[in-house]
T-cell receptor
């Protein structure tokens, strides 16, 4: 079956530090890959996505590249801000419809 | 265009009572998904519905849980005889089409169920 493994948090960084959150996956076929963000007390928002190998998703300074050879989709940002503090979920979907499989989430805390 | 709406946002029930969670998908979306987020865990798929049809309920507990998406009105997730282990955040998502793997699911703000 499908599965997503992401690094456990919490991750604490100083403002303007470089962020990497690792994510690897196991899936049948050719999945689409996603990063969702959940701010405190809110639902999930799509941050970025990639639908095929070597695609790079990007949004709000965040990037992730679909690496089929390493089955990875690591999230990066060059300079984090306090407002980026949230829980980040790596996810995938595959098959005939979009049943999404999520990782456990990584909590990011950015301190001034 | 309003996003996915869920109500109530917070629901408190005593053991043995029933919980009804409602989800209105985004305008133009005919596919609804329910997920459960247990404390300190990721989201787990529960059920996928189209109008008047359950397409995949492989993530639903076999007993006490049911879901519907009637022709008119919101999708309902119903939990009968709730137990403390049902305490979680329940998220609904919708998408415009299920045939393509690239369609994005849009999530509602969730309903946080607390069972006393």
């Amino acid at each position: 079956g499908n599965s997503v493994t992401q690094m456990e948090g919490p991750v604490t960084l100083s403002e303007e530090a470089f962020l990497t959150i690792n994510c690897t996956y196991t899936a049948t076929g050719y999945p689409s890959l996603f990063w969702y963000v959940q701010y405190p007390g809110e639902g999930l928002q799509l941050l970025l996505k990639a639908t095929k190998a070597d695609d790079k998703g990007s949004n709000k300074g965040f990037e992730a590249t679909y690496r089929k050879e390493t089955t990875s989709f690591h999230l990066e940002k060059g300079s984090v801000q306090v407002s980026d503090s949230a829980v980040y979920f790596c996810a995938l979907s595959s098959g005939g419809y979009q049943k999404v499989t999520f990782g456990i989430g990584t909590k990011l805390q950015v301190i001034p | 265009n309003a996003g996915v709406m869920q109500n109530p946002r917070h629901l408190v029930r005593r053991r043995g009572q029933e919980a009804r969670l409602r989800c209105s998908p985004m305008k133009g979306h005919s596919h609804v998904y329910w997920y459960r987020q247990l404390p300190e865990e990721g989201l787990k798929f529960m059920v996928y519905l189209q109008k008047e049809n359950i397409i995949d309920e492989s993530g639903m507990p076999k007993e006490r849980f049911s879901a519907e998406f009637p022709k008119e009105g919101p999708s309902i997730l119903r939990i009968q005889q709730v137990v403390r282990g049902d305490s979680a955040a329940y998220f609904c998502a919708s998408s415009p089409d299920s045939g393509r793997g690239t369609d994005t699911q849009y999530f509602g703000p969730g309903t946080r169920l607390t069972v006393l």
